[in-house]
């Protein structure tokens, strides 16, 4: 018996609602005609009409393939439940894109802004470096010492140097803070998908499959 091995990431992403497994999962088998062959079998309503996130199990990819080859002993070492994301093929980026962009750069300046100059004004830097200023030269400040230009530099540099980001190039091969995040909200998102899927009442689910039946007949 020959044993085909299977792995499929949490979430992966399709552009067609023909959905093969090769598009899902990464597949291996010492066999190369099965593994070419399993490659191209569709999973049966993997995705709905409209784009969105579909939760699917392993077993349904597993049951596929031995409904083909039941010699073939199936050796799972990715995900148990996964989510198949179906979204339409973006065109190239437009005038419309590059408006979303500059949208989101002037939000991301003030907002930025907003939010420095309102911390420097709760905690009242400008009246603590009057003071430190005060204290060591002898003389009252002006607003544009030393010390102001000195943080303002040191707030600019310590930013790029924590993002770990600057003129679209890394400073060091870790991450940066933002992919960190993202990539923690993005497993968050995914695994309370699944997990409402897996509380879904049996009537919804029950109906749903009803529909997709409805539809592909």
């Known amino acids: 018996m020959d044993t085909l091995y299977l792995k499929i990431d949490q ?9 093969f497994l090769k598009d899902i999962a990464q597949i291996s088998c010492a066999d190369k005609e099965i593994e070419n062959k399993v490659r191209v079998l569709t999973l049966p309503e993997a995705v709905g009409q409209k ?16 409904g083909e080859f039941p ?13 198949i994301t179906y979204e ?3 065109e190239p980026g437009g005038v419309r894109s590059w408006l979303k962009t500059a949208v989101v750069c002037v939000l991301s300046f003030f907002g930025a802004a907003f939010s420095i100059m309102t911390f420097n ?3 009242d830097v400008t009246g603590l470096f009057a003071q430190i200023y005060q204290l060591f030269s002898g003389r009252a400040s002006d607003g544009f010492t030393v010390l102001e230009l000195s943080y303002s530099l040191g707030l600019g ?10 003129a679209g190039k890394k400073l060091t091969a870790d991450p940066t803070p933002l992919e960190v995040q ?3 909200y993005e497993n968050d998102i995914n695994t309370t ?3 409402q899927s897996r509380h879904k009442p049996e009537k919804e689910k029950h109906t749903a499959q009803q529909g997709k039946r409805g539809i592909t007949g």
């Open 121 to 123: 004004n709760d905690v």
């Open 157 to 166: 540099i310590g930013i790029i140097v924590f993002f770990n980001h600057f």
């Open 88 to 90: 339409k093929r973006r």
């Open 182 to 184: 993202m990539r923690t």
């Open 11 to 19: 979430n992966v992403a399709v552009h067609d609602r023909k959905v």
């Open 71 to 83: 010699n073939v002993e199936v050796n799972n070492i990715g995900e148990c439940d996964f989510i």
């Open 193 to 195: 998908i699944i997990e």
């Open 51 to 66: 784009p969105g996130r579909y939760v699917k199990s392993v077993m349904e990819v597993i049951a596929r393939i031995e």
